[in-house]
């Protein structure tokens, strides 16, 4: 039995006073491959985490639920346990944890380190091959134990992927509450999975399309106060805003370059078409990137900064192009039946999301980067506004019923086959999803 003091250590710090203690992993004998259309959940055991109270129990529900909405994991009912672990520092005994299936067991411990910080140790261990994958160690703020349990589970998706997590992220959205002739809409932001919200705005201006940026928390959003569209940097750890400028001709708010330096919109001109634009944010000077007869609209960069995706109706109908960062070679990638909208560069930098309205149905999508592969994901009477998870696995958008009420968030991955409900407080539209915190 290897015990965890006989492995290579190494310390490495992370944002918000974290400190992790990570023991270097063994092979994975259990692998799961997510580019296969259907994947078939692994079956793992998420032990309560030891502790003087129930925040060991807490941590390890975030930890399941994390792993049960990616769809790659399905954890089992802590009822089926044979084994009670009372020392997550000893291997378990795996032929009990054979028994009900379990591919993989993660046990762990919290406490109360002296100055108050919390400690948080876990193991993730292979079950057949009867041997510890990963174990870490982290300390953080006690209020920042949500987050402890994210990295967890972003650590165990990355162990069996081979691909980074999505799970300590963030959301920005448009809160809707009141009646749907005199709706307030709020700025606010939650953890990934709908805890911690936070409203950002008090609701006194109409509030649109917030936009992350890559390299730092801050975000972009096109507010209409006094009446006209005024597009707004503000900073979420400060709580610092700044004013960009009023663009009486916006349609679309400004999405950050992947440097964070600038942002790329779309300006309606007095004749009616609407072109593309960048603005320096140091500078504040602007240089166009497109200049038609037609609308072009909803530029977003790929993840290297060197292209970037559009719609325009130069063709007769919204289409999406793809053109260079400096505007040149403009090159029409879908043609299929409807229209679309809201193209957005996956961060992998291999996929486009997509809204396509055809007939009366408003489609959620995907296409690979020259418009080939288009695949629908979702379909429903009106949704639209995607946005890809930091590692572009999964896509989360906002839908409205033929019902009445309103606008609701929600997720699925690639494969189409997990469409999952967010939670949220109140009615929820224009999601924007975080990098991975720091």
């Given amino acids: 039995m290897q015990r965890f003091v006989k492995a290579t250590l190494a310390i490495v710090s992370l944002a918000l006073g974290f400190f992790v203690l990570m023991v270097a992993p063994g092979q994975a004998l259990v692998r799961i491959e997510i580019t296969k259309g259907v994947v078939e959940p692994v079956p793992i055991a998420i032990t309560d985490f030891l502790s003087g109270g129930q925040r ?16 790659l994991f399905a954890p089992i009912d802590r009822a089926a346990f044979i084994e009670k672990i009372s020392n997550p520092d000893v291997a378990p005994r795996f032929e009990d944890w054979k028994v009900i299936n379990a591919q993989a067991i993660v046990t762990g411990r919290v406490t109360e380190e002296p100055g108050g910080r919390l400690k948080a140790e876990f193991r993730l261990w292979d079950t057949f091959a009867g041997q510890q994958l990963v174990g870490e160690q982290f300390f953080a703020k006690p209020a920042d134990w949500r987050r402890v349990a994210h990295i967890i589970a972003d650590t165990i998706y990355q162990q069996f992927t081979g691909e980074k997590g999505y799970f300590d992220s963030r959301i920005v959205f448009v809160d809707e509450s009141g009646p749907k002739e005199n709706r307030v809409k709020r700025l606010a932001i939650m ?186 994901l979702s379909s429903g009477f009106l949704q639209e506004g995607p946005t890809w998870s930091p590692n572009g696995r999964v896509i989360m958008f906002f839908r409205q019923d033929a019902g009445g009420g309103g606008p609701k968030l929600y997720s699925i991955d690639l494969t189409g086959r997990n469409e999952q409900q967010i939670p949220t407080p109140n009615f929820a539209s224009d999601p924007a999803w975080s990098p991975l915190l720091k």
């Fill in 56 to 71: 060991g129990a807490e941590i390890s529900s975030v930890i399941a639920a994390d792993l049960r909405r990616s769809g």
């Fill in 191 to 376: 953890d990934q999975d709908g805890a911690n919200y936070k409203p950002l705005t008090d609701g006194r201006a109409i509030v649109m399309t917030p936009r992350f940026s890559p390299e730092r928390q801050e975000i972009t959003y096109m507010s209409y106060e006094g009446g006209q569209p005024q597009v707004y940097l503000l900073q979420l750890e400060t709580g610092q805003r700044e004013l960009v400028g009023n663009f009486p001709g916006m349609t679309f708010a400004p999405r950050f370059s992947p440097t964070g330096d600038k942002v790329i919109m779309s300006l309606l001109r007095q004749d009616g078409n609407s072109n593309i634009f960048t603005m320096d944010l140091r500078t504040r000077t602007t240089a166009r990137l497109t200049d038609t007869n037609a609308i072009d609209t909803s530029p977003s960069y790929s993840p290297d900064g060197n292209r970037v995706v559009f719609t325009s109706d130069r063709g007769g109908r919204a289409q999406i192009y793809v053109m260079n960062a400096d505007g040149s070679n403009p090159q029409r990638i879908s043609f299929g039946e409807g229209t679309y909208s809201t193209p957005v560069w996956s961060p992998r930098g291999d996929l486009i999301a997509f809204t396509k309205q055809s007939g009366n149905q408003f489609q959620i999508g995907v296409m690979r980067t020259d418009g080939s592969g288009e695949r629908i």
